[in-house]
């Protein structure tokens, strides 16, 4: 199985009170796109429309080179898992694995085939007897993902796939998508909330914000080194200060500081830390970037604690469970914060 190319041009939808607007992208032959933004940003009216499910008022879809914009859903080649599964509950796992195939008039041998390739690579060998509503949500998915492979799409869309699931079992089946994607090489675009998939899972992240593609590039690129402050903001940069950049790579907060950077950008007028990225310290830290702050505020969070230190501005920094009992800081307390010149981001 091979992935198709997809080219989206200029893709206007309007739903009366909702517009996806003149989106453009395109994607690779083989590449895992994972999709990001606010509920009601457009993902999944996106991968409705990719799918046929829904006609849009502007703009052409291509997979492969051929205009798909006005084939019915049966004849794109594409294929898409629901977040709530959607099988067919009087069929067995494996007649909903082989729906689609009986119905483009696959021969017995070829169905038996392609239902146990499919069970075998996901699992599901023991289960094929089975309905529906005695599987677990793990199971479920991985049927509905057979299913929709079945068929051997050019393009897979998963909408939001691992969202109902439990954290094991999320974590399982988000490590078999990514050796499913290895071993298939399916183009799939996958719509999401969560940032760990789109790092783990994504060649690329297009960031979506009222029906407007705001960015897309490589995970570590859209995250560290977002375009704007909507995309900042969304992917939690955490700590975004307006300001004036000067020479030498120095960048004047309002109300504050002078913060050392590793970027020079004419025209900036925002400079984004990630709370990460900053180290607490009692004592002042040998760091480009060093300020002496108050503790105003404390967040458990569990494996991660987030703190706010008001220089001023206010920073907020997170840090692990170890490092926050190490270093024990009490609230108003006098701290230092500190970062590199390179964990600046100017926009």
Do not use: C
Not at 41 to 50: D, F, I, R, S
Not at 177 to 192: E, F
């Amino acid at each position: 199985m091979s992935g198709g190319a997809l080219r989206i041009e200029a893709l206007t939808v309007n739903l009366g009170g909702f517009h996806l607007r003149e989106l453009t992208l395109e994607v690779a032959a083989g590449e895992y796109l994972v999709i990001v933004g606010p509920t009601g940003a457009g993902k999944t009216v996106l991968l409705e429309t990719l799918a046929g499910l829904r006609r849009p008022q502007a703009g052409r879809l291509y997979l492969d080179g051929a205009e798909i914009t006005r084939l019915p859903p049966e004849r794109r080649g594409i294929g898409f898992v629901y977040q709530d599964y959607a099988l067919f509950p009087h069929l067995t796992v494996a007649e909903n694995i082989a729906f689609g195939l009986r119905l483009r008039g696959a021969r017995r041998a070829e169905l038996e085939q392609r239902v146990a390739s499919l069970a075998g690579m996901l699992g599901l060998e023991r289960l094929l007897d089975r309905r529906p509503a005695t599987l677990s949500g793990g199971e479920a998915q991985r049927v509905a993902l057979a299913r929709a492979l079945a068929v051997e799409p050019r393009l897979l869309l998963l909408d939001e796939p691992l969202s109902s699931l439990d954290p094991a079992t999320r974590a399982a089946l988000r490590e078999e998508l990514a050796r499913l994607h290895r071993t298939l090489g399916t183009t799939t675009i996958h719509v999401t909330h969560d940032f760990e998939e789109a790092f783990t899972l994504g060649d690329r992240v297009a960031v979506i914000h009222h029906g407007r593609l705001r960015q897309v590039g490589p995970p570590a690129e859209v995250f560290r080194h977002p375009r704007d402050e909507t995309v900042a903001r969304f992917v939690g940069m955490g700590n975004i200060f307006a300001g004036t950049p000067l020479d030498g790579g120095r960048f004047r907060l309002q109300g504050g500081p002078v913060l050392l950077t590793a970027e020079e950008r004419a025209g900036a007028a925002h400079a984004a830390v990630r709370p990460e990225e900053i180290l607490l310290s009692r004592q002042p830290p040998q760091a480009e970037n060093r300020f002496q702050g108050r503790l105003v505020a404390l967040e458990d969070r569990g494996a991660i604690l987030r703190l706010r230190v008001e220089v001023p501005p206010a920073f907020e920094v997170w840090m692990t469970r170890r490092a926050f009992e190490r270093l024990a800081p009490r609230l108003g307390e006098r701290l230092w914060v500190s970062f590199p010149a390179s964990a600046v981001h100017l926009f």
